[in-house]
């Protein structure tokens, strides 16, 4: 059995294409360290139904169950996990979990690397754990405007679902617990700590009809070390192939697909008419709209060995991801020169040189190495218990910009590479932690329990410059490199010091209360605290409820990330908010942000069906968001201070484009996000006809500006986040996403059905940053399907479809009373379809071989 096993996991890896080799590698010599900190002991037992699962999220009190808890927690089994059809974490939890959503699209480095939100806030608001100890961030920040905007946080897609017994996802501010970040939640990834045997599978899937070829192997082993001790190895490949959801491009054709003429407007010229033409794959021409091709292999381990008094433990991970996504395409005559003895090309009529005759779509590639360890040693001394442990993470990116062209490089010596090195993005976090705890008898329903500790975090981020060619004036064309005025390494250091009490003083009610203190070398202190409180009337029924504040530091990248962002038509630079340049036009170092979140809600049991039901408020003052586009040139209002900060920092821009301008992270607005959260549980067994465990969540909210930020002087009083960036606050996620689940079981037979409703979206666009144009996704249900069919030995048969009808969002719509000149959008691609909640590629099927020993 373990060979044919073994056997299974190489098929899969061996049927997945090897990754390219992009260009020359250049190391940087800049790290980056940070860290915070963490509960203690992992659960053990995740056999037991969820209701009976004891949860170590969200309270340090030991033997607590999900059932029991006086904070929203949902725990997901690996059972759960394993009847998701994408190998990918973000899409399990999205499938899962009604306040989770994942980001489908991208721009620029962002397609490279997806984020996931709870509750509708930043991405940054929620902290991710391993085993209870913090997670390190991602180095590739989330750039452009979106929900998703800022987003640096843990990259879920780097955890093998295969290496998890369960997830426990408290839906509840817990700062005053675990420290930064976790306004809005906690996700606490419980690996598995099996003493023998091993599973795994072998998978293949791909979208209807829009690519996305995907295969995926995965191997887990587990093994006793000696009598008291145990280590776990989880391997991972995945390839998955870029998709193409995007259309026609307006540069090129009209609304029809045919080729633009002198008589349509643009009009094209009959030289540009002959080389536009013969682009490949005319009229659908621009690939930009789709998802990134890439490989993946995650590493990881779980091991602890009991020596008694004394429990050493240790994990870590290590992933490496090399991907590519689609630019907009640069057509024919985009890059010319004077003709020059012993060039290649094509003329045109002017007698310039055309070095691309066919055009070119650049892809920006990344090569990421990414890597996590943590040690520790846990027992008891007398009556108290410890917890001491360091973790280190570390994600380091390459960032590279291929099949493209440096125009100025061109036309100045008739040589341009076609693929250049941008310099590298690299975060790390250091955390060292110390977690006691305690009881005393006081002659109430349970003893106290006390838990305190401190936490010493190091975080760094570093910018490293590229190639001569990518910085060489504007750069290579749709990414150019990070210049040395972008370049740069930044740290801080953060202690802190904890106290949680947990009593109860009669049977029916339980209390807990935090407080902490946090000190960061950049901008000062803080103490926040939280406080939760349960009581049940009787085991039919249970009221609980939260209070805390909470406050989110700024993350090093949304403080010092320099770059500039181009299209065909626009280059806008993304400023240091804690840059002189930025003071030159008035902003001011980002300061954290802080909240209050109230909870309430029951608990409600009758026989096997529990449900629970839950309201919540969160309000952010001085919020860090990035601002609407801030002209110099180009838009509907011009700032010449905009251009001098742009001179100021630096940066080269794009000659021959018509837009330029900046944007910037700010503490510019203060957010209130109100709730209501339902889940219910209930099996039902019909005898012969099997069993059916039956399931039900949802999650409405809203969120709402409560404040705007006042844009400085220099500016004149323009609004600081224009119509676009205040959608993307308000209406650009689901109001209300529902789940609803079945799991049929008969024999050696298993279905599963689940449906989701997302709520309606909508966005603003602009073309110039004065006139604006709504764009909606409306409300959408899909549908998921898959049966699985046992075998003897331990192999499991599975097909299924996520997105069974193939849903879709709509597409991009003209500016009402042109053709095809003016997108909504701004862009070039006619019938793109717009980011959606439920994603862009619509309908997913697939086949699994599940093994198990």
Known sequence: MYKSSISLFALAVASVAAPPAFADTKPDSSVAMSAAPAPADPAPDTSAPEQSDIIVTGTRRTGTTAAESATPIKVLSSDELSRVGQPNLNQVLTQLVPSFTAQAFGGDTANLTLSARLRGLSPNHTLVLINGKRRHGTA??????????????ADLDLISPSSIARIEVLEDGAAAQYGSDAIAGVINIILKDDAEGGSGYATAGKNYDVGGTTYAGTAHLAT?????????VTLFHRFHDFTQVGGL???????????????????????????YKNIPGFPYVNRINGDAKSWLTNVQYNTAYDFGDVTAYSFGSFSKRIASAYENLRVPDRVIASPVLGVGGSLTTAGELVPFPQGFNPREGIREDDY???????????????DLSTTYGKDKNLIYTLDSANRSLFVDTHFTPRDFYDGSFTSSEFTANADFSTEFELGMAAPLNVAFGGEYRKNQYSIGSGDPGSIYKEGGQSYPGFRPSDAGTHSRENESLYLDVAASPVAALKLDGAVRYEHYSDFGSQVIFKGTGRYDFSHAFALRGTVSTGFRAPTLAESYYSATNVSPTSAFVQLPANSAAAKLIGFQNLKPEKSTNFSAGGVFRTGKLTVTLDAYQVKIRDRILGTGSIYGSGGATNFAIVTQAIVANGNVLDPTVTQTGINIFTNGASTRTRGIELTANVPSDFGSWGTVSWSLSGNYNETKITKLGVAPASLGGIPLF??????????????FKAIASALWTIGPVSATARGTLYGETSTYA????GTYYLQKVPTAFIADLEATYKLPGGIDLTFGANNVFNQRPPKVALVPGTTNTTLVTGGNVIDAPLSAAYGINGGYYYGKVSFKF
């Open 766 to 769: 602009s073309p110039d940053g």
């Open 372 to 386: 996590a360890f943590t040690g520790g040693v846990k027992g008891a001394v007398g009556a108290v218990k410890f």
């Open 224 to 232: 006793r070390i000696g009598e008291d001790g145990f280590i776990n």
């Open 722 to 735: 224009d119509a676009s960036a205040r959608a993307n606050l308000e209406t650009a996620s689901p109001k």
């Open 140 to 153: 590739n920040l989330a750039v452009l405007g979106g929900p998703y905007q800022g987003a640096a946080t």
């Open 249 to 275: 491009d307006r540069r090129v054709t009209d609304a029809s697909g045919t080729l633009l003429t002198t008589a349509t407007s643009p009009a094209l010229s009959a030289a540009q008419q002959a080389l």
